[in-house]
């Protein structure tokens, strides 16, 4: 299950590339308002967002934020990584945080096999999904 975190992380990122074209920055008020986002928590994940390169804020007047990275190359999966960390549902499955499991003998596991492609299954959409994808086409 994806954090409230990253879920706010993922309808900020939708309504920014949906208002893009305005060629304007966007306030945090504007879009905690329009997604329903709490302000304070909002302007964290910004924050967070800005720090992994996917937009640029700027302060003032005519300040806010914008996508500095193309809608079409944020994927999910790497955006989960980056606000959540692992996407397997186990650690012993998981490509990028591996660790083992204290109580299991993972050559003879019979979960791990269920659970390694339950990882693949996800990986194959969330890896090919990106922000733009997902976008409504209005």
Do not use: W
Not at 9 to 38: G, M, N, T, V
């Amino acid at each position: 299950m994806i954090s409230k975190k990253c879920k706010y992380a993922i309808k900020a990122l939708l309504y920014l590339a949906d208002h893009q074209s305005e060629d304007r920055s966007i306030f945090s008020s504007e879009i905690a308002e329009q997604e329903k986002i709490p302000k304070k928590f909002l302007e964290t994940i910004l924050r967070e967002l800005r720090n992994f390169k996917l937009l640029q804020s700027q302060r003032g007047k005519t300040g806010g934020y914008r996508l500095i990275k193309d809608p079409k190359d944020i994927y999910l999966a790497e955006l989960i990584r980056q606000v959540d960390g692992p996407i397997a549902m186990l650690p012993c499955v998981s490509l990028n945080y591996y660790a083992s499991c204290e109580e299991c003998d993972e050559e003879n596991c019979q979960i791990k096999n269920v659970f390694e492609q339950v990882r693949d299954k996800t990986l194959k959409v969330l890896t090919t999904t990106s922000i733009d994808s997902m976008r409504s086409k209005i």
